[in-house]
C-alpha cells in the first residue's frame, strides 16, 4: 500500500451536523426565542427523558456545568473527601473543588478502564466517612455499575456519573446516567452528539430538578424584584445551542453505528499486532465506541519516557509506543491522542489521596520517584493511545491509518 498525507485531515471526533440543526436555529431566531428559553430547550429535554430513560433533564451551558450541579445536590461540603474516578478528564473531577470538596482517586480495572469495584472498597476501608461517588464511563464503555453500585449502597454513598463520553450506552439494558442520583452528559464538540456545546443534568427526583432550574437560573426566588436566598448560577443552556442539540438526537443511534463499526475495523485491522482494542462487558453492556483504543503488549513497547510536557522515545524494530504512533499519525494528516493522563499523575492533583486495589490500606499520594511502581492508570497511560474515530473517516482512510500503525511495529 501506498502511503501519502490524507489531503483533509482525520479528525479524533469531530461535530457531525445533518441539516435539521440549522432549522431549529433558525426558528429560534425567527421567533425570538434567543435566550434560555424556548421550543428547543422543552424539546430536548423531553427527548433526552424518553432517549434516556430518566425522569428530568435540565438543559445547562456545559457538562460541567451539570457536574457541578450535581456534586451540589449531592450535598458536598467543604473539606468533604469525594471519591472520584482517576482515568477520566479533568472535568469529572474540578466540580467536586468548584464546591470545596477534597477529591481521592480510584483506580482503574482493566475490564474495561474504569473504577475498579475492589479499588473503591478498599477506599471505603480508609475513609468510612465518604458519601459520594463520582463515576465517570471512559471512552463511551460503561464500567461495571453493579459492583459499584453494591459497593456504594453497602456504604450509604451517593452516585454521580459522569455519561458526558457514554451517552447512548447501555449496562443490562439500562443507558448509563441513569444508575447515580444526580447525573451528567455532554454537547461538547467533540462528543457523539453536540450542541457546539451544553450539557445536561438527569435525575429522577423532581425536587432535584427544580433546584436546578432555579440555581442555573440565578437563584431567583418568587418576587416581583431580583430577590435571592441563594447561590445562583448562569448555567442554562441557550435555545439555540439546543436548537443544534434537537437537530442532532435524532441521528444519536447512526453515529454509534457508525463509530462502532469503526471499533470493529480496527480491531479487525489490527490482529495479528501486538496490541489490543479498548475492552468491554460484551455480556452485559453495549458502549457508544465513542472513541477506538488501543494498548500496546508490554513487551511490544520501544523505550518511551515522558516529563510534565514532552515525550521521547527510541524506536526499535519490532516495537513501538504511543508517542511514536501518535507522531507517525500526525505526519499522515491524522489526529490521535494520548489515553487521558491519570488523575493522580496530574500536579494540580498529584498530593491527593489515591487507593489502588492491592494498596496496602492507606492511601497513597503520587511518589512514583523511581517508577517501579505501576499502577494500572498509569500503566494503560503508558502504553495506550487514542485512534482517529471520526464518524466522517472513511473506510479507505482507516485502512491507511491501520496500515500506519502496522508500519510502527516493523
Ligand atoms: C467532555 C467531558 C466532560 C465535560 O463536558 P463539557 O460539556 O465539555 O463541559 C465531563 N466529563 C467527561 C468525562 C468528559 O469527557
Redesign the pocket.
Known amino acids: 500500500m501506498e502511503l501519502k498525507p490524507f489531503d483533509n485531515k482525520v479528525w479524533l471526533s469531530s461535530p457531525t451536523m445533518h441539516g435539521d440543526e440549522l432549522k431549529y436555529m433558525t426558528e429560534a431566531y425567527e421567533t425570538n426565542w434567543m435566550s434560555t428559553v424556548g421550543a428547543n430547550i422543552n424539546e430536548v429535554e423531553r427527548i433526552a427523558c424518553e432517549k434516556i430513560g430518566c425522569r428530568y433533564a435540565v438543559a445547562l451551558s456545559?457538562?460541567?456545568?451539570a457536574?457541578h450541579m450535581a456534586v451540589k445536590l449531592a450535598g458536598v461540603k467543604p473539606g468533604d473527601k469525594v471519591f472520584c474516578s482517576d482515568m477520566?478528564?479533568d472535568?469529572?473531577v474540578n466540580p467536586v473543588v468548584y464546591e470545596g470538596g477534597v477529591p481521592v482517586f480510584i483506580d482503574t480495572e482493566r475490564e474495561t478502564w474504569n473504577m475498579d469495584p475492589a479499588a473503591l472498597e478498599k477506599a471505603f476501608e480508609i475513609y468510612p466517612e465518604v458519601r459520594v461517588v463520582v463515576i465517570?464511563h471512559l471512552y463511551g464503555t460503561p464500567g461495571k455499575l453493579d459492583e459499584l453500585k453494591a459497593v456504594c449502597d453497602k456504604h450509604g454513598a451517593v452516585i454521580v456519573e459522569?455519561a458526558?463520553?457514554s451517552l447512548g450506552a447501555s449496562y443490562r439494558g439500562k443507558q448509563t446516567g441513569t444508575f447515580g442520583q444526580f447525573n451528567c452528559i455532554?454537547?461538547?464538540g467533540n462528543?457523539i452528539i453536540t450542541g457546539s456545546?451544553?450539557?445536561m443534568l438527569l435525575t429522577d427526583d423532581p425536587e432535584a430538578a427544580n433546584k436546578v432550574r432555579k440555581w442555573s437560573t440565578q437563584a431567583r426566588e418568587n418576587a416581583p424584584w431580583y430577590q435571592h436566598e441563594e447561590l445562583g448560577y448562569n448555567y442554562r443552556m441557550s435555545n439555540v445551542i439546543a436548537g443544534v442539540v434537537r437537530g442532532q438526537f435524532p441521528y444519536l443511534e447512526a453515529h454509534i453505528a457508525q463509530k462502532k463499526a469503526i471499533y470493529m475495523r480496527y480491531k479487525e485491522g489490527l490482529k495479528g499486532l501486538p496490541v489490543s482494542m479498548n475492552p468491554y462487558d460484551a455480556v452485559n453492556s453495549e458502549p457508544n465506541f465513542w472513541l477506538s483504543c488501543m494498548l500496546i503488549e508490554e513487551d511490544a513497547m520501544c523505550r518511551q519516557v515522558r516529563s510534565e510536557k514532552e515525550a521521547l522515545y527510541i524506536s526499535e524494530a519490532g516495537k513501538s509506543c504511543p508517542t511514536e504512533i501518535l507522531e507517525d499519525l500526525m505526519k499522515y494528516n491524522a489526529e490521535g491522542r494520548p489515553i487521558w493522563k491519570p488523575m493522580h499523575m496530574q500536579p494540580i492533583y498529584r498530593m491527593h489521596g489515591f487507593v489502588t486495589r492491592d494498596g496496602d490500606g492507606r492511601a497513597r499520594t503520587n511518589a512514583y520517584i523511581d517508577g517501579s511502581v505501576v499502577d494500572v492508570g498509569m500503566d494503560i497511560f503508558n502504553r495506550g493511545l487514542c485512534l482517529p474515530s471520526d464518524n466522517k473517516m472513511t473506510p479507505e482512510q482507516q485502512d491507511m491509518i491501520i496500515e500506519v500503525i502496522r508500519r510502527c511495529f516493523e
Request: aromatic share 10%; net charge negative.
Open positions: 456545559s457538562g460541567t456545568a457536574l477520566t478528564f472535568a469529572t465517570a459522569d458526558a463520553e455532554s454537547f461538547n462528543k456545546s451544553g450539557g
